[in-house]
């Protein structure tokens, strides 16, 4: 059993409209579902589902779902060419970055940036 290809990451979000509006403004990505409680984002070959929070439990269960505010528990990253260029669209776009451009000891360029339920995304490129 080979565990090695995402399909989907499935975010809770607390508004499932200013969450879609939000990734389509900023990814400008393909949706290839929506209904009233989701919305199914492509991005190249892995999917993102947006899932208004209260449909998660049973998703979960017996775990619980973390409150919206209550700390970052994931940080997803998008390799890019130009992470400046990016911050300069992302700020145009009315995006607030949480920190950088920045270049870390570990050998990447990295911004971070989070969507309206405060998952955080980090856009990055390896320093030559």
Known sequence: MLLDRIEVITLFVDEIDA?????QKVFAADVVYQDDVCSVLKFSETMVNLLQ??????????????ASGSGSRVLLTIKVDDVDAVCTELRRLGVTLLNGPIDRPWGRRTAAFADPSGHV???ARELR
Request: charged content about 20%.
């Open 121 to 123: 995304w980090e856009v």
């Open 19 to 23: 969450a879609r509006a939000f990734y």
């Open 53 to 66: 929070v209260s449909e998660a439990p049973q998703l979960v269960e017996p775990s619980t779902v973390a």
